[in-house]
């Protein structure tokens, strides 16, 4: 909680109790004398004037009316996400919230694989890629596949297969990353996550496990984009770069891209959930690729995967206003302007299974 004059305050809504900081003219690099207790305490009354404290127990009766009460279960569940307020520049805050961290952080845990629950005191190892970073060093443009160790131990030197790839293979590089710091890792354990060098091979969702084993982790949906947008390249003769840049952008998860069916990367369609990730993508584009692109909106706001493998796209019936496309692995998907066309499709379509999310 910011307070006017020398105080800072942490609210801890559990326990109702506040406590005071004094603030330190160095930008907070210094812990200085704090009081605790609550709110009503007379204390706090004699060390802030009479307006400040008002206004301190009219932020807290705002916070407690405005968020929901503290369940670790639902927060387990995914129902609940626990909010903090304070300040990485100044030092504020960060000390407890790092404390709560701790003690809130649940330990490794069970994941659905499509033969059944892997418990990560599993001694056989297995992991899930999460996340791809491409040109986290400018100087090498190097690409950084994240994967989290579910079960297990991982040891450098040691073989694994990467399951979409159908590849046995050592993973290169194995290191932890924290802030700009690099550490090359020789061991791992389930709950730690590492990153390991990508030339291009992993993807999001993808499984690495023991050379003998061939199991899948169920994959992490992918949201429908809710604006669409059709792409193109300023100078053709940055061709190269402009495909690589906007697929190795779209492999890390930032962006979705479509192709038109039957078609090559002629025609390149960009989804997003917010059109701020338009800006974004032209920003990487220009500064990491050295590439120029114009984009053209379109006006489709929905997105439906087709769950039925055997349905032939050449001979499905939609509206006018449908575009059939294909995301980056050619899963084939439609494009739709109003609900009221998602409903005609899959009516004049029998046994058309369409739905909302995909999977990585």
């Not at 030092?91 to 404390?99: A, D, R, S």
């Not at 290169?172 to 730690?192: C, F, H, T, V, W």
Request: proline share 4%.
């Amino acid at each position: 909680i910011g307070l006017n004059g020398n105080y800072q305050g942490i609210y801890d809504r559990a326990t109702a109790s506040i406590e005071l900081f004094e603030k330190d003219t160095s930008h907070g690099q210094r812990k200085l004398a704090s009081t605790k207790g609550s709110a009503d305490d007379p204390i706090f009354k004699e060390l802030l004037d009479e307006d400040v404290h008002q206004g301190l127990i009219d932020d807290i009766e705002l916070l407690d009316m405005a968020g929901d009460e503290f369940d670790m279960e639902k927060v387990k569940a995914g129902q609940l996400t626990p909010m903090f307020f304070g300040s990485a520049m100044t030092n504020f805050g960060v000390k407890p919230f790092l404390e709560e961290f701790l003690r809130l952080a649940p330990p490794p845990q069970p994941r659905k694989a499509k033969e059944g629950v892997i418990e990560p005191t599993n001694d056989v190892f297995t992991s899930f890629v999460f996340k791809i970073q491409a040109n986290m060093n400018k100087a090498h443009r190097d690409r950084i596949a994240f994967m989290r160790i579910c079960s297990g131990k991982f040891d450098a030197n040691m073989e694994v297969r990467h399951v979409q790839g159908n590849k046995v293979m050592r993973l290169s590089q194995p290191q932890q990353i924290m802030a700009d710091e690099r550490k090359i890792l020789n061991e791992a354990y389930a709950g730690d996550i590492i990153g390991v060098f990508d030339p291009g091979i992993f993807s999001i969702g993808d499984t690495l496990c023991m050379p003998r084993e061939k199991f899948q982790y169920e994959g992490i949906p992918t949201f429908a984009p809710e604006h669409f947008a059709r792409v193109r390249q300023v100078d053709t003769m940055k061709r190269k770069q402009f495909v690589k840049g906007i697929n190795q952008i779209a492999q890390e998860g930032a962006i979705q891209i479509f192709q038109e069916y039957n078609t090559g990367m002629e025609e390149i369609i960009v989804g997003v959930v917010g059109v701020l990730q338009f800006d974004v993508l032209k920003y990487r584009l220009e500064n990491e690729y050295k590439v120029e692109i114009r984009l053209e909106n379109l006006p489709y706001e929905y997105i439906r995967w087709i769950e039925n493998e055997e349905i032939d796209l050449d001979k499905l019936t939609g509206t006018s206003d449908m575009k059939k496309v294909k995301d980056l692995k050619g899963r084939p998907l439609l494009l739709f302007v109003n609900e009221w066309s998602i409903r005609m499709t899959v009516d004049r379509n029998e046994g058309l299974k369409l739905t909302e999310f995909g999977r990585s």
